[in-house]
């Protein structure tokens, strides 16, 4: 018998895995496939104040083991996640979620975070300073450490939640901007969101995407993520949830060994709609095989 068992914030999860918000709608969409109840959590799609069409099409571009999206934070607002999507998703889960929340400003973060911590079923609230594919807010809350201290603030100052706060690989110094967020009284850090791409189409000569630019995910920036985790991990005291390529059980070792609690799983999904399941099921062998009993003992293992 191994232990999959993890904690994070006084939560305990079943097994580090979680879907990335924004992979895996509000659960409800893949229960049909399988019991979603075999997850660790999972962080449902990032929600604004308002509802939001988001970018114009086409939104994805296909990389040699990667994708870019530039979604624009589609998602129906707010008041109708939580009087339609959370209902949903409570039919059919039936552990803490990551409510993952986005703004255009310092005040649509509090509204945001007030809001969601009423509902019960949300263990953990990760806020998202790192979306690259809008153009003011999203990101721009996450590339400086004064900025990203400032939202942490407030949304701390109106919740009783443990906040999580999700960071951008792009930047130069990923270490001072999650030590601000700390500082601030962050409870976690996630990381890390897309990394900024592009793609041109040899046929028109233009860009693939129709806003030009977007978030680079899936394996290819599988090492980024275990850079900067491994980075963090030195950095904070505050636990760490990784993600950025995750697509094995090998590679949740891995980015545990760099530094993290838990581990998001993202493009993954997209590619495989079994993805986390087949995860969650290789995990005690791929822990056998290198000898490993309980996940808690190899948190920052690589540090030592
Ligand atoms: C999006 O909706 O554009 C993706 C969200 C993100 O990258 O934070």
């Known amino acids: 018998m191994v232990n999959t068992k993890v904690i994070l914030s006084g939560i305990t999860l079943d097994n580090p895995v979680i879907p ?15 019991d979603i109840n075999i997850l660790g959590s999972f962080s449902f799609k990032g929600t604004t104040k308002e509802p939001r069409f988001g970018n114009p ?4 571009a296909e990389c040699t083991e990667g994708m870019i999206n530039s979604v624009g934070l589609q998602n129906p607002g707010m008041e109708k996640v939580i009087s339609e999507e959370l209902p949903k998703m409570k039919k059919v889960f039936h552990k803490p ?5 986005s703004g255009f400003s310092v005040e649509e973060y509090v509204y945001c975070a007030e809001r969601i911590n009423e509902e019960e079923q949300v263990g953990i609230i990760e806020v998202n300073v790192s979306c690259p594919n809008v153009h003011h807010g999203g990101m721009s809350f996450g590339t400086s450490p ?17 906040v999580y706060i999700k960071l951008s690989p792009n930047v130069t110094d990923i270490v001072a901007i999650a030590k601000a967020c700390e500082d601030a009284g962050a409870d976690g850090i996630s990381l890390i969101n897309t990394l900024m791409g592009m793609r041109i189409d040899l046929k028109t000569g233009k860009p693939v995407v129709a806003n030009k630019m977007g978030g680079f995910s899936g394996k290819a920036i599988f090492p980024v993520a275990v850079r900067m985790v491994y980075q963090v991990y030195e ?13 094995t059980a090998e590679d949740v070792v ?13 493009a993954a999904n997209l590619v495989d709609p079994f993805a986390c399941k087949n995860i969650i099921e290789a995990l ?6 290198y000898g490993i ?4 003992h190899i948190i920052g293992g690589a540090h030592k």
């Not at 990335?20 to 399988?34: H, K």
């Not at 099409?57 to 994805?60: E, H, V």
């Not at 979620?97 to 929340?101: C, D, E, Q, T």
């Not at 891995?254 to 993202?266: F, R, S």
């Open 20 to 34: 990335a918000s924004g992979t895996f709608g509000y659960g409800y969409e893949f229960a049909e496939l399988y």
């Open 57 to 60: 099409t086409p939104r994805i």
């Open 97 to 101: 979620v990551l409510a993952n929340i």
């Open 146 to 162: 004064e900025a990203a201290a400032e939202v942490t603030k407030a949304v701390k100052a109106v919740t009783t939640k443990p």
């Open 235 to 247: 950095a904070v005291k505050v636990p760490i949830i990784g993600m950025g390529g995750v697509s």
């Open 254 to 266: 891995e980015l545990m060994l760099a530094g993290a609690t838990a581990v998001q799983v993202g």
């Open 284 to 289: 005690p062998h791929v822990m056998k095989k």
């Open 293 to 296: 009993k309980d996940l808690n």
